[in-house]
């Protein structure tokens, strides 16, 4: 059973930084696509990235394109999310997921239908 941890979220001020880490543990995170996600306050969950298990490629949703950077080292069974250029909207619990079997990254970032799941790390950016 693969276990996943996030952490590195807190608080930052607008038009700063945060580097997300998803540390797996139980089963070698290589032959797993990764996905991050955010839930917000009273919204619904949504990708923000995803990362494929066998090449590396990247997909990412509309609003993290040119801010946010999704990077695996399978060697430190981690994944990471670098996150600039942050706003009060990107305000979340940002979420890790891992899956085995996926058809594209899209469908692994639009389904969110994961294997594992980490209970979240939250990010506030706030002045």
């Known amino acids: 059973q693969l276990q996943l941890v996030e952490s590195g979220g807190g608080l930052v001020q607008p038009g700063g930084s945060l580097r997300l880490s998803c540390v797996a543990s139980?089963?070698?995170?290589?032959?797993?696509?990764i996905g991050w996600f955010r839930q917000a306050p009273g919204k619904e969950r949504e990708a923000v990235s995803c990362i494929s298990s066998h090449d590396e490629s990247t997909y990412y949703v509309d609003f993290a394109k040119g801010r946010f950077t999704i990077s695996r080292n399978n060697d430190e069974n981690t994944a990471y999310l670098q996150m600039n250029s942050l706003t009060p909207e990107d305000t979340a619990v940002y979420y890790c997921?891992?899956?085995?079997?996926?058809?594209?990254?899209?469908?692994?970032?639009?389904?969110?239908?994961?294997?594992?799941w980490g209970k979240g790390t939250l990010v506030t950016v706030s002045s």
């Open positions: 997921g891992a899956v085995l079997a996926y058809s594209t990254l899209q469908q692994m970032c639009d389904g969110g239908e994961m294997n594992s």
């Open positions: 139980g089963r070698p995170l290589r032959y797993f696509g």
